[in-house]
């Protein structure tokens, strides 16, 4: 098996117990995503039960999409 190792670690700054899904939000980490080049991004369960997560799970898959 393969190792996993990260190329990419980010901090947004984004705000704690205040994440929500927007569309600036997506563009910046869709952004980040292009820069990084990553073929394989992980994320929060959007079945979690911390409000935080489901809404970064939300707002990850959305920017997935974006950068494409």
Avoid: K, M
């Amino acid at each position: 098996a393969r190792r996993l190792s990260p190329v990419c670690a980010a901090n947004l700054g984004l705000p704690h117990t205040a994440i929500e899904d927007s569309r600036t939000l997506r563009r910046l980490l869709a952004a980040c995503i292009r820069r990084s080049q990553a073929s394989l991004l992980l994320g929060p369960d959007e079945g979690d039960y911390h409000p935080d997560h489901v809404e970064a799970a939300r707002l990850v898959a959305a920017a997935w999409f974006l950068a494409g």
